[in-house]
Nanobody, 125 residues
Framework: QVQLVESGGGLVQAGGSLRLSCAAS????????MGWFRQAPGKEREFVAT????????DYADSVKGRFSISRGDTQNTVSLQMNSLKLEDTAVYYC??????????????????WGRGMQVTVSS
């Protein structure tokens, strides 16, 4: 069984920064395509960012493009999301997702096999 362990969430003022991290543990594969999704209160879960197994391909939701940056960690089993210039509307529970079955998983949550438990990111005014 693969577990995704997320860290780095919390409370930040508007305009500030946070760095989210996610690591796969347990029965792990050599590498994963990974992504971040988020869900705000009363809204559906939405795509935030994704990165391919090698890190060569990335994609971002329009709402975060230019402010957020996704990157691989020191191993193929980790991913980070650097969030800058945070806005009130970035407040949500953020989820890490991963798959070993695809080189690049994209925006579709159905392409991911493993999900973290989620962590709260709150942006205050």
């Amino acid at each position: 069984q693969v577990q995704l362990v997320e860290s780095g969430g919390g409370l930040v003022q508007a305009g500030g920064s946070l760095r989210l991290s996610c690591a796969a543990s347990g029965r792990t594969f050599s590498s994963y395509a990974m992504g971040w999704f988020r869900q705000a209160p009363g809204k559906e879960r939405e795509f935030v960012a994704t990165i391919s197994k090698s890190g060569a391909s990335t994609d971002y939701a329009d709402s975060v493009k230019g402010r957020f940056s996704i990157s691989r960690g020191d191993t193929q089993n980790t991913v980070s999301l650097q969030m800058n210039s945070l806005k009130l509307e970035d407040t949500a529970v953020y989820y890490c997702a991963a798959t070993s079955q695809r080189y690049y998983a994209g925006r579709d949550p159905g392409n991911y096999d493993y999900w973290g438990r989620g962590m709260q990111v709150t942006v205050s005014s």
